[in-house]
């Protein structure tokens, strides 16, 4: 069956960098848009970036623009998430996302969805 499992997450100081990677398997991973989303608590899961399924589209949350950077690596199976100049905001647990449509990923009236979640890995920024 389908899993999607993500990966790099850990503690970083305020202005560093990390690289998170989402492997999916069980599915023909460029039929799928991906993207990464993030979930800190008490708030809303808020769609941080997404991908088309051969990267022709990109999108970013406004608050990452500049800083973060998705890509994907179709013949691994992979998608990746460079996040630098990190703040105290980007603090979350973040999970990727995958679906057929492109613009199911991308938030709507604050709304989005994804066919296939994985199960989510912590990034904590110390200021």
């Known amino acids: 069956q389908v899993q999607v499992v993500e990966s790099g997450g850990g503690l970083v100081q305020a202005g560093g960098s990390l690289n998170l990677s989402c492997t999916a398997s069980?599915?023909?991973?460029?039929?799928?848009?991906m993207g990464w989303f993030r979930q800190a608590p008490g708030k809303k899961r808020e769609a941080v970036a997404c991908?088309?399924?051969?990267?022709?589209?990109?999108w970013y949350v406004d608050s990452v623009k500049g800083r973060f950077t998705i890509s994907r690596d179709n013949a691994k199976n992979t998608l990746y998430l460079q996040m630098n100049n990190l703040k105290s905001e980007d603090t979350a647990k973040y999970y990727c996302?995958?679906?057929?449509?492109?613009?199911?990923?991308?938030?709507?009236?604050?709304?989005?969805?994804?066919?296939?979640w994985g199960q989510g890995t912590q990034v904590t920024i110390s200021s």
């Open positions: 069980g599915l023909p991973f460029n039929e799928y848009a």
């Open positions: 996302g995958a679906d057929r449509t492109m613009f199911n990923l991308i938030p709507h009236e604050g709304v989005h969805s994804a066919t296939h």
């Open positions: 991908i088309d399924q051969f990267a022709d589209l990109i």
